[in-house]
């Protein structure tokens, strides 16, 4: 994980430097991808339970997921977030919140009635590792990058930013190289934007486990959650892929190939090799 922010470091400080080289004035995109930051930042509890039809519960609308969630914080030492609930058939979960404070815990209709309380507490504890770690304002930072190369590479498109450096047809097109670094660069920081979220849900699995002590009921609630996807709808499930980034478990996940560069999530088999070799540690199957 800090060879990967590392190197997102290091894009940013190189396409910054190729910038001010070809002599292009991109404060007017970095302020607005400064102000999209800003917004996804402060606001992403708030979105998320919007775009994801969340509602807020009270201990007394949801006394048993209030129950875990108490018990998961108390071990842990940590904020007891807020508790929501979406209703979707859609198997899973996910958290969101700048910090502890702002933190917000949110499960689907649907994994409330497949998952027993054992498998849902390790699901619980996977997701106040998220909260722990603030890695929703890792992701968020982490995806500046991408925002501005991506916001670049549409001004170069169409409002054809920069001429022809030294004048006449024999100069360098300057919005020509903007457009292919801009591109690259998002290339680039896309890609590694999602192998740093592969890493931060096998750090939350191992930090779920641990907590929990029973990672043999968090590879339960993976497997269950991954096979009964098969059964959802295809049209929920594309209703709900865009969100793949916040979900325990992603909606639509492909096999062992390229595909997996692009994943926000590792493959189920690594997770679940992942939570083994823990059981093998606590001595627990």
């Known amino acids: 994980m800090v060879a ?41 509890d708030r979105i ?28 842990a030492d940590m904020p007891k977030p807020r508790v929501a609930i979406a209703e979707s058939d859609v198997p899973n979960a996910f958290a969101t919140g700048r ?29 106040l590792s998220h909260v722990a770690h603030r890695d929703v304002a890792v992701m968020t930072i982490a995806s500046f990058l991408g925002i501005v190369a991506g916001l670049m590479t549409r001004v170069a498109l169409y409002t054809g930013i920069g001429g022809r450096r030294g004048g006449g047809q024999g100069g360098v097109p300057v919005g020509a190289i903007i457009l292919l670094v801009s591109a690259l660069v998002y290339a680039v920081s896309f890609l590694l934007t999602r192998a740093l979220s592969r890493y931060r849900e096998l750090a939350a699995d191992r930090a779920g486990a641990l907590l929990t002590q029973r990672p043999s009921a968090l590879a339960g609630a993976l497997t269950k959650i991954t096979g009964d996807m098969a059964r959802i709808p295809t049209r929920d499930l594309r209703e709900a892929e865009p969100y793949n980034a916040f979900y325990f478990a992603p909606a639509l996940a492909g096999g062992r190939s390229i595909a997996t560069l692009f994943a926000t999530h590792p493959p189920l088999e690594r997770r679940l090799e992942q939570l083994a070799a823990i059981s093998k540690q606590l001595g627990r199957g």
């Open 99 to 127: 910090n502890q404070k702002k933190a917000v815990v949110c499960v689907t209709t649907g994994i409330l009635r497949r998952l027993e309380p054992q498998e849902l507490e390790g699901v619980l504890a996977h997701e």
């Open 4 to 44: 990967t922010m590392f190197l997102l470091g290091l894009l940013y400080v190189v396409f910054v430097g190729v910038l001010i080289a070809l002599g292009v004035r991109a404060l007017t995109v970095l302020v607005l991808a400064g102000g999209l930051l800003l917004v996804q930042y402060f606001l992403s």
């Open 48 to 75: 998320a339970l919007f775009a994801m039809h969340g509602r807020e519960v009270s201990p007394q609308e949801a006394p048993e997921l209030h129950g875990l969630i108490d018990r998961l914080c108390a071990l």
